[in-house]
């Protein structure tokens, strides 16, 4: 969901782009790696808190940066209220599944 995010330019990644996003209302989502640094992830957590905008960490760095079909990204921003409502309903869907499985292993 994410790549198709991108491919319809409805993302925006990198930490300014990002924030930006954020600052002027246009982000809807927001993605940050688990990689990412504690500052960054507790910088964008009190601005996401602050704006209302949804935050979730997810996936590592190169997993981010492959769904938009870039490099490595830190965070993103999905800027179609749609879109992010669809991957917000996948990653609860995955995050479920995960705990699932890992608790009927213990």
Same mark, same amino acid.
């Given at each position: 969901?994410?790549?198709?995010?991108?491919?319809?330019?409805?993302?925006?990644?990198? +930490?300014?782009?990002?924030?930006?996003?954020? /600052?002027?209302?246009? $982000?809807? *989502?927001?993605? %940050?790696? #688990?990689?990412?640094?504690?500052?960054?992830?507790?910088?964008?957590?009190?601005?996401?808190?602050?704006?209302?905008?949804?935050?979730?960490?997810?996936?590592?760095? +190169?997993?981010?940066?492959?769904?938009?079909? /870039?490099?490595?990204? $830190?965070? *993103?921003?999905? %800027?179609? #209220?749609?879109?992010?409502?669809?991957?917000?309903?996948?990653?609860?869907?995955?995050?479920?599944?995960?705990?699932?499985?890992?608790?009927?292993?213990?």
């Amino acid at each position: 969901m994410i790549g198709i995010a991108a491919k319809s330019g409805n993302v925006v990644s990198g +930490e300014f782009s990002t924030e930006k996003a954020v /600052k002027t209302g246009k $982000a809807w *989502l927001v993605i %940050v790696s #688990e990689e990412a640094s504690d500052n960054t992830r507790k910088k964008f957590s009190n601005m996401t808190e602050f704006y209302e905008v949804p935050m979730y960490a997810f996936g590592t760095k +190169e997993e981010l940066g492959h769904c938009i079909g /870039k490099e490595f990204r $830190a965070s *993103l921003a999905v %800027v179609d #209220e749609r879109l992010a409502n669809a991957i917000v309903e996948k990653i609860n869907a995955y995050t479920a599944e995960s705990k699932l499985n890992n608790g009927g292993n213990n």
